[in-house]
């Protein structure tokens, strides 16, 4: 057994360990924060997996951002306790039955990182060998992700476009309107203010490399703008969601918001109207792979400009709720 | 020689998720149930990628056995589109609570008997 496979062993059973905690905990706000202790976990697991891209992904959202907007929900909410036990013979039967035939799936899965189980067979290899001298992107995530299967992709960038628009729309109308002192001031403490004010450009300008070092190194447009709203809710939080509308207003958000969706589905008609497919970036450019490059480089910023501005307002909108209560 | 006891781990870390979905009376804890369950579909789909002692499948000079970048691509995208899943699911928790005055299951399915 290789030592990178007991790495991965060990985090699992940590992880399962939390699972436990979590199960039998009644604590609403400790099940939130052993569920973000299990998606931090699962990121070392993926850099473990040589997963880099998702690796990066899972900590700054699953970790991140997941862990923060349930905390923000459970406050909209006033809900503390999970009371009220519930059913536990017929789910752990069915749990039973359907682990046993999983289990029982897993005798037919290749061994942990053997080169010829049948995912390595089709076109995995093709892309390995290929993809960086078909794009001229060395990251094979970033090529496959944005070109390879650019349509996927930007399936992916709409449903979140839309989910948005639907957080949006169920929170609309019920918000605050005058000046809440929490959503005012932010934190008071000079520590935090001081700290946040020098750490935020920096949060800033790595989100900026991630997006378009993402092609030769870990990254992208989903992590940058992840990343990027991350620096944002950072400052709205220390220092009120007021200053950060005075930046950003979320007309402009909204705007930014639907322009990434709209660069994305742009770049796929540009290239139908120099004569290639949607989405087939060679007809770009004269050269085939700077075409590659340049339509990875555009879809990639679309990319960014969508997840971070619906990130941010979504952020805004459990923000502005008002705490607890009926209507 | 590596086996498939990472499979067996990561499956009874999906069906404490399962578990939680299934057990849990209130919606919120549901929800995080959820979250578990997904990580593991996660974890199983990038472990079927993994090449022993090969590289990220970022091209370099000199190196030739890479990890198979596909199901990086899937999962990557399924995590960001998860979050904005799971923020849709907590907008409907607020407004479940604000016309119920409540989550906990039991006490919706009485309210709505008596609608």
Known sequence: MSVEYGLTLTLLAFMLLAAWALARSDDLLAAVMLAGIISLASAAVFTVMDAVDVAFTEAAVGAGVATLLSVRALGVLGERRAAGRARVGLPFLVVLVCGGLLLYGTADLPAYGDPAAPAMQHVAPHYLARGGVETGVPNIVTAVLASYRGFDTFGELVVIFTAGLGVLTLLAGSGVSGARSEVDAGDRDIIVRQVVKWLVPFVLLFALYVQFHGDYGPGGGFQAGVIFAAGMVLYALTFGLPRLERVLPPSRLRLLAATGVWLYGGVGVACLLRGGAFLDYAVLAEDAVDGQHLGILLVELGVGLTVFSVMVLIYRAFTRQRHGGVE | ?115
């Open chain 2, 1 to 115: 020689m590596n086996g498939v006891a990472h499979a067996w781990l990561i499956v009874a870390l999906m069906m404490s998720g399962l578990y939680i979905v299934m057990a849990s009376a209130h919606l919120f804890k549901k929800l995080i149930g959820l979250s578990v369950f997904q990580v593991s579909v996660f974890m199983l789909y990038i472990s079927l990628g993994v090449v022993e002692g090969a590289a990220p499948p970022i091209v370099e000079p000199g190196v030739d056995a890479y990890s198979n970048p596909l199901p990086h691509v899937l999962i990557l995208t399924a995590i960001v589109v998860g979050i904005a899943t799971m923020a849709l699911a907590l907008a409907l928790l607020v407004r479940i609570r604000r016309a119920y005055g409540t989550l906990d299951e039991a006490a919706l399915a009485a309210k709505d008997e008596d609608a």
